[in-house]
């Protein structure tokens, strides 16, 4: 693997995020925009990429060497990442509730479980329902 966490490169949120945990601000056009923890490192979110329990997703017919998307479970949030340079780094943020629920019922159950190993269930099972 040895994929990199990359920032925004448009720097389309130029909002900077204060906040000591995971949070939600709403952009320009009213969409909503995950924000890391001002404390997270490039150091942790590269580790986060190449954790090897991260949630690979890759569709039926996905014909790339590589996962649409990329989940993990980080201190009671969801994350995902999407590529900036396929196959090679990602720009990764929070993920929002009202999406998470969208996801397909097998990739939920796979959150589930990552976040049972790492202590947080009740807070991810609380997102994949769609409430913050």
């Known amino acids: 693997m040895g994929w990199?966490?990359?920032p925004d490169p448009r720097n389309k949120h130029k909002r900077r995020w204060t906040g000591a945990e995971a949070g939600f601000v709403?952009?320009?056009?009213?969409?909503?925009?995950?924000?890391?923890p001002s404390g997270m490192s490039l150091e942790q979110a590269d580790a986060l990429l190449?954790?090897?329990?991260?949630?690979?997703?890759?569709?039926?017919?996905?014909?790339?060497?590589?996962?649409?998307?990329?989940?993990?479970?980080?201190?009671g949030t969801l994350y995902r990442a999407t590529w900036t340079v396929p196959g090679v780094s990602c720009h990764g943020f929070p993920e929002f509730p009202g999406r998470a629920r969208e996801l397909p019922k097998h990739t939920r159950m796979a959150?589930?479980?990552l976040a049972r190993k790492r202590g947080c269930e009740k807070e991810i099972r609380k997102c994949l329902l769609g409430k913050t």
Do not use: F, Q, S
């Open 50 to 75: 190449n954790d090897p329990d991260a949630i690979h997703v890759i569709p039926h017919r996905w014909n790339r060497t590589y996962p649409k998307m990329i989940l993990n479970v980080y201190n």
């Open 4 to 6: 990199r966490y990359e």
């Open 26 to 36: 709403a952009g320009d056009g009213g969409e909503v925009i995950g924000k890391c």
């Open 111 to 113: 959150i589930l479980a």
